[in-house]
Structure formats: structure tokens, C-alpha cells
């Protein structure tokens, strides 16, 4: 699936018009993006995490002539496949993903019970 298709999904199932749904998949590739630059993680929960992690300098080959050459160091992008994503690429029912938390009211605290009266 490409961009478009993903637009065209969207928008079909969320019920929006196509330049909004391409204007959120845009903010929201921009917003991670720049969250993972500064180096902090974007987890979506039951989708997964992407986060930035470095990569230690490294002796790599040349494939055509087989020379060892440097490989510096540096950060790369990484995502990890929450676990309602890896059971739907499994095959199996993905996990349901839970509704927001909704404030309860406080529990009144228990009246003092009084002692029961004696039988004669």
C-alpha cells in the first residue's frame, strides 16, 4: 500500500475528506520525525514504538572488491512492532485496544458501623 491508498482508506473509514486524512498523515510523519530527532521515543500503544538508536562504528566489506573499509558510527530511526501489530501480521485476532481511562468518582468512605443491639 502506498500513500495515496492509505489516504483513500483512511478517509473511506474515518469518514473524512481526502486533503484532511493527507493533511494529518503529513502533520503526524512530521510531528515523529521530529520527535525521534531530538532523540525521544513516539510509542503508540498496541501499534508499536519508533525511536532513535545508535549504531556503533563498525569494519564493513566492500562487495565488489572485498576491501575492508570504516563504517562510522551514527543514529538511525528504528521501529518495534507493538503487540496488537505482531499478532495481526501473525494472523491472529489482534489485541482490542482499550478505551480511555475514565475518571471514576471517589469512593465515599465507609460509615462507622454501629455495634448491634443485644437480644434479650
Given at each position: 500500500?502506498?500513500k495515496?491508498?492509505?489516504?483513500d482508506?483512511?478517509?473511506?473509514?474515518?469518514?473524512?475528506?481526502?486533503?484532511?486524512?493527507?493533511?494529518?498523515?503529513?502533520?503526524m510523519?512530521?510531528?515523529?520525525t521530529?520527535?525521534?530527532?531530538?532523540?525521544?521515543?513516539?510509542?503508540?500503544?498496541?501499534?508499536?514504538?519508533?525511536?532513535?538508536?545508535?549504531r556503533?562504528a563498525?569494519?564493513?566489506?566492500?562487495?565488489?572488491?572485498?576491501a575492508?573499509?570504516?563504517i562510522?558510527?551514527k543514529?538511525?530511526?528504528?521501529?518495534?512492532a507493538?503487540?496488537?501489530?505482531?499478532?495481526?501480521?501473525?494472523?491472529?485476532?489482534p489485541?482490542?485496544?482499550?478505551?480511555?481511562?475514565?475518571k471514576?468518582?471517589?469512593?465515599?468512605?465507609?460509615?462507622a458501623k454501629?455495634?448491634?443491639?443485644?437480644?434479650?
Open positions: 500500500m502506498n495515496s491508498e492509505l489516504i482508506a483512511v478517509a473511506e473509514r474515518a469518514e473524512l475528506s481526502k486533503a484532511a486524512v493527507n493533511k494529518a498523515i503529513d502533520a510523519t512530521e510531528v515523529i521530529a520527535v525521534i530527532a531530538k532523540g525521544n521515543p513516539v510509542a503508540l500503544i498496541g501499534f508499536g514504538t519508533f525511536k532513535s538508536v545508535n556503533a563498525r569494519t564493513g566489506k566492500n562487495p565488489k572488491t572485498g575492508p573499509l570504516k562510522a558510527a543514529a538511525v530511526p528504528k521501529f518495534s507493538g503487540a496488537g501489530l505482531k499478532a495481526a501480521g501473525a494472523g491472529k485476532k489485541l482490542p485496544m482499550k478505551p480511555a481511562a475514565a471514576k468518582p471517589a469512593a465515599k468512605p465507609a460509615a454501629k455495634p448491634a443491639a443485644k437480644k434479650k
